[in-house]
């Protein structure tokens, strides 16, 4: 993106799991994009892959970005919130993810610290 994002990924060998291939697409996507739009300068974002108890696979998303602030954090997933600007969000990406995630029976959450980054971690059945 522009040459000023590094992408680093660390992949796990990690299981097939039985999934709705089209939903996760648009959930990284969606988190990609937030992760990309994030990052004022330059930085870096970490796709991360591992196996859990041999039961579920954990993908982690991590960036360098601006982060979000703590008093907004617990309504991420809420439909139409929106950090963004006035016509540049329509606050449905999280929450899509979120239900997507649990028609999988997984988890998804999000660790994040201003000025230091996000970390979106989803967990799903194998």
């Given at each position: 993106?522009?040459g000023k994002i590094s992408?680093i990924?660390e992949?796990s ?6 999934a709705?291939?089209?939903q996760?697409n648009?959930?990284f996507?969606?988190i990609?994009?937030?992760a990309i739009?994030?990052?004022?300068d330059q ?7 591992a196996m859990e108890s041999?039961q579920y ?13 703590t ?7 809420d439909p ?6 006035v ?5 449905l990406?999280?929450?899509?993810a979120?239900?997507f995630i649990?028609?999988h ?5 999000i660790d ?12 799903l059945?194998?």
């Amino acid at each position: 993106y522009n040459g000023k994002i590094s992408i680093i990924k660390e992949f796990s060998k990690i299981k097939p799991i039985n999934a709705n291939e089209a939903q996760l697409n648009q959930v990284f996507l969606g988190i990609l994009l937030n992760a990309i739009q994030s990052i004022n300068d330059q930085g870096a974002i970490y796709i991360r892959t591992a196996m859990e108890s041999n039961q579920y696979v954990r993908i982690e998303i991590e960036d360098t970005g601006a982060g979000i602030p703590t008093e907004i954090l617990g309504k991420v997933f809420d439909p139409f919130f929106t950090n963004k600007p006035v016509g540049e969000g329509t606050g449905l990406g999280l929450s899509i993810a979120y239900q997507f995630i649990d028609a999988h029976k997984g988890k998804i959450s999000i660790d994040s610290a201003i000025e230091k980054g996000t970390k979106v971690t989803i967990v799903l059945p194998v």
